[in-house]
Every structure is written in C-alpha cells, then in structure tokens.
C-alpha cells in the first residue's frame, strides 16, 4: 500500500467508447504523474501536474485528456482510442516536484483496447 | 540527462547475495543515483538513493565509488519475493523527467 490508488484495475473497451481512469493519492503531495507501460517497453511519462497545474504534456495524442481538480485527485479521460493503446497506465504522486526522484506509484489500471 | 547501462537480466537463489551494477559515464556533479523496484503488473516502487560512498537502508545497501561512474544495488539474502525489475536512474534532485530504461530483471530460483 503506497498511499496512491487507482480505479478501476482493469479496463476492457471499445475504440469507440469514452472512459475514465481514476488515481487519488492520500499523502498530501502536491504533484501527480500518469505512466504509460506497454509490454515490454520501459515506462513513458505522459502528464505531470503541480498544484493541479499541467507542467509537462509528453507529445500525448489528443485521445488522452487529463484532469486535475485537485492536488489529491487526477483523472485520465480516454476516447476514440487505439488498440496500441493498450497498456498498463500507472499515476504517481510526489512531494514537489523539486523532489521528483521519489515518486510513490499507484498499482496502475490494466487497459484493454478491443 | 546521464544514460545508464544495467544488465537485461540476472538470476540469483533463495539466500544469496545479489549485486546489480549500473554504469553511469556521463554523470554530472549534481546528480543522485536511484533505484526502483517494480513487481509484474504494479507500480515501480523507490528503494534507495545516494550520491557518494555508502547507502543502507533496511530494504538494501548502494555503493558508490568515487568515480561516481558506476552503482551497485546490494539485496542481501534474497528470497522469491525479491524476483523483480530493477531499475537504475540518475539525475539532479528535481529529475525533470524521470526516466525509466528496460531495468535489470532479477529472478530469484528456490
């Protein structure tokens, strides 16, 4: 237990559907990440918030829309996707960003695109 | 940001002593060197940090010599649970992106 969870843990959805990933963090940091994992790929950073203000968008396609209303919660809005999409998408929160290296992960959510 | 070389895999047995390098040629005077474990289908988690000499905690030891161009993650007496992916990271304190490579898989035998 890490502090981080994610829901839901798996996901299974069409190209054509909208959903939500959910990550909440109960430590009071102030700054939120989303992973992209693919198989056998290392993990690609895709959004970084402060302070529920976006500091970094990876070259993500638009497919991908992140939310942060608040320094505790951070969602990962999905549509049209794409089978490659296919990943385990982890979020992870850290103290500041001035402290980046210790970054607490949550389990990640298992997505499946059909 | 310096690269880092870690071996693809290792295997090890149930009590051993394991010892995983990271070579790291272009560091630069402000970086630390850190390590995550990742268990399949979870998140990677912080195990150890340091920037020179000796680092212990109560998961592992990091040496560091003082060339500062290499790293080594000591697991004393693993068991299976230990069967993870290692990964070895260096960067100044903020890491502005924090990059994980492919890592070292580490499968731990009864």
């Known amino acids: 237990e890490t502090g981080v969870t994610q829901t839901p843990r798996h996901l299974v959805m069409g190209m054509t559907n909208k959903k939500s990933l959910k990550c909440e963090q109960h430590?009071?940091?102030?700054?939120m990440y989303w992973y992209k994992q693919s198989a056998k790929k290392p993990l690609e950073l895709m959004f970084v918030?402060?302070?529920?203000?976006?500091?970094e968008n990876n070259s993500v396609p638009s497919r991908f829309s992140p939310e942060c209303p608040n320094s505790s919660h951070l969602f990962l809005h999905l549509h049209t996707l794409q089978p490659e999409d296919s990943a385990l998408y982890l979020c992870?929160?850290?103290?500041?960003?001035?402290?980046?290296?210790?970054?607490?992960f949550g389990p990640g959510t298992r997505l499946t695109v059909t | 940001l310096a690269k880092t070389t870690q071996p693809i895999s290792m295997d090890s047995y149930e009590g051993q002593e394991v010892n995983i390098t990271c070579s790291h040629n272009?560091?630069?005077?402000?970086?630390?060197i850190t390590w995550y474990q990742q268990f399949p289908s979870q998140g990677p988690r912080f195990i150890i940090q340091g920037y020179k000499t000796k680092v212990t905690n109560e998961v592992a030891s990091l040496f560091i010599p003082a060339d500062r161009k290499s790293s080594t993650l000591s697991l004393p007496r693993v068991s299976l649970s230990d069967t993870a992916v290692y990964y070895c990271?260096?960067?100044?304190?903020?890491?502005?992106?924090?990059?994980f490579g492919a890592g070292t898989r580490l499968a731990v035998h009864p």
């Open positions: 272009n560091i630069a005077t402000n970086d630390y």
């Open positions: 992870a929160s850290s103290q500041d960003l001035t402290l980046q290296y210790e970054q607490y």
């Open positions: 430590l009071g940091h102030n700054a």
């Open positions: 990271l260096v960067g100044d304190r903020s890491y502005n992106k924090l990059i």
């Open positions: 918030y402060s302070l529920e203000e976006r500091v």
